[in-house]
């Protein structure tokens, strides 16, 4: 079975530019998560789906920060415009489960 | 302030050592995940524990909960090169089982 997938692996950006990272969750998973994770952190929960709709974004930053997940499968994150402080690894997980999240490898981010 | 207190951060050891991190809380938790996250790649669950004072092995690996449910150990008997990784302890909460994470014990271990 596939696991969860994530693109770019990494990305590099000047601050103030915007950036995109794309999910594709394990099949026939309805909730997708994800985390942001600063260097020495544990993950931090950005926002959860189940199916297409949102279940909890209360620790996204909406200012900068958007999510979808069209279709109720593949998901995008969005940060525009990146800050300094946006440096992280950021992780997708999926879930048919509620105790059970698979995470993919994650995006590492670096915003100079 | 965390929610979940990990001890220690850091710990680097020579192979064939045995280790005990530990996850701590003052709430108390129905039930309490590990997890193992090596470079370059996501967590990955190692077990869930839901009794107090319950005990689950897993090869090298003995997790136990604390009788209150407040906290969580995890040893490793003689440890290898392949054990190396950060060890999330993490649990869940509210009507959608939102994960919380500590900030992880990164563990190295020297052949």
């Known amino acids: 079975e596939a696991g969860v997938a994530q693109s770019p692996r990494y990305k590099i950006i000047e601050k103030r530019q915007s950036v995109a990272f794309w999910c594709n969750p394990i099949?026939?998973?309805?909730?997708l998560y994800w985390y942001q994770q600063i260097l020495g952190q544990g993950p931090k929960l950005l926002i959860q789906?189940?199916?297409?709709?949102?279940?909890?974004d209360s620790q996204l930053p909406k200012d900068r920060f958007s999510a979808e997940r069209l279709k109720g499968v593949d998901s995008t994150l969005k940060i525009q415009p990146a800050k300094l402080e946006d440096s992280a690894v950021y992780l997708c997980?999926?879930?048919?489960?509620?105790?059970?999240?698979?995470f993919g490898p994650g995006t590492r981010l670096t915003v100079t | 302030t965390q929610l979940l207190e990990q001890s220690p951060q850091f710990l680097s050891i020579q192979e064939g050592e045995n280790l005990t991190v530990y996850c701590n809380s003052s709430?108390?938790?129905?039930?309490l995940q590990w997890y193992r996250q090596e470079p370059g790649e996501g967590p990955v669950l190692l077990v869930t524990?839901?009794?107090?004072?319950e005990v689950k092995k897993l090869k090298r690996l003995t997790f136990q909960f604390g009788d209150a449910r407040k906290d969580s150990s995890l040893h490793i008997t003689a440890a290898q090169p392949g054990d190396t990784g950060l060890y999330l302890c993490?649990?869940?909460?509210?009507?959608?089982?939102?994960?919380?994470f500590g900030k992880g014990t990164l563990l190295t271990v020297n052949p």
């Open positions: 997980a999926s879930s048919l489960l509620p105790y059970e999240q698979y």
């Open positions: 099949s026939g998973h309805a909730t």
């Open positions: 789906f189940q199916n297409n709709g949102v279940v909890d």
């Open positions: 709430s108390v938790f129905s039930s």
């Open positions: 524990v839901v009794t107090g004072g």
């Open positions: 993490a649990v869940s909460g509210g009507s959608n089982y939102k994960l919380t």
